[in-house]
């Protein structure tokens, strides 16, 4: 059975002291469901330390933003999987909407990332998602549908059982812009069905799917009520704990 998550993409925010503040307000406030997993991705200077603070808490994990396509060697800047495992992560974002735009990560490349990470032991949270004008266009589900098949459609189906998938429209990125809860349940719909004509039914159906596009304490209850969101990527809410704990709170 599916889990309900809500990770936090904390991206390139907070300084040490604020990072470590936001997590012990978070740890020291939440109430988690049996049903329901909570995973938070700091910068990769605090993922040890606040690996070692959620270590003892039931359904708290923590997550890498990213990873590189190469095990180890002279790539100055880049951190491995083996070096994120190292740290007690348990998973790691890939594929997110400002990676592929901005250091034009393609779908061949993620695909190499996923299955490094798979290999190391980590899980993942897999990102998909079409810009304003591709869906105006209407080619969004084509889009979708090869962003997925391209990066992991060569995974198992024991290994596509340890990947999150998440769908964030770029064109409601930090922009304020929510897509409509019929706009989202419709792609989530139309993911679990590319997984289910690539894998089979059980796949399909357990797979977490999450919503990411400025999810926030006042759209996140109508998200999550729908049949096939399972939760959210939150990233400029997360930064407070007080609508980050709001957000976990509406399942």
């Not at 997993?37 to 070692?52: C, F, H, R, W």
């Amino acid at each position: 059975m599916r889990k309900n998550i809500v990770a936090a993409n904390w991206k390139m925010n907070l300084d040490r002291v604020q990072a470590i503040s936001l997590v012990d307000e978070i740890i020291s406030n939440i109430s988690i469901k049996p049903s329901t997993q909570v995973i938070l991705a700091p910068s990769y200077l605090y993922l040890y330390k606040v690996s070692k603070k959620c270590n003892d808490i039931e359904n708290i994990f923590v997550a890498a933003q990213n990873c590189s396509s190469e095990d180890n060697g002279a790539f100055t800047g880049e951190v491995s999987v083996n070096m994120i495992k190292s740290c007690n992560a348990d998973y790691v974002i890939i594929g997110h909407s400002e990676r592929r735009d901005k250091f034009n990560e393609s779908n061949n490349e993620l695909e190499i990332k996923v299955k490094k990470a798979l290999d190391t032991g980590l899980k993942v949270i897999f990102c998909c998602g079409e810009s304003l004008e591709q869906r105006n266009q209407e080619v969004h589900f084509k889009w979708i549908e090869n962003q997925i098949s391209e990066s992991l459609f060569t995974l198992s189906k024991k290994q596509i059982r340890n990947v999150v998938i998440a769908y964030e429209p770029i064109w409601a990125i930090g922009t304020g812009v929510t897509a409509t809860a019929k706009q989202a349940q419709e792609m989530h719909f139309f993911i679990r069905e590319i997984l289910l004509a690539r894998y089979d039914k059980d796949i399909s159906d357990n797979i977490s799917i999450l919503y990411g596009g400025s999810c926030n304490p006042t759209n996140a209850r109508e998200l999550f009520s729908q049949q096939d969101i399972d939760g959210g990527l939150v990233g400029g809410a997360s930064l407070s704990a007080d609508n980050f704990l709001a957000i976990t709170n509406s399942f």
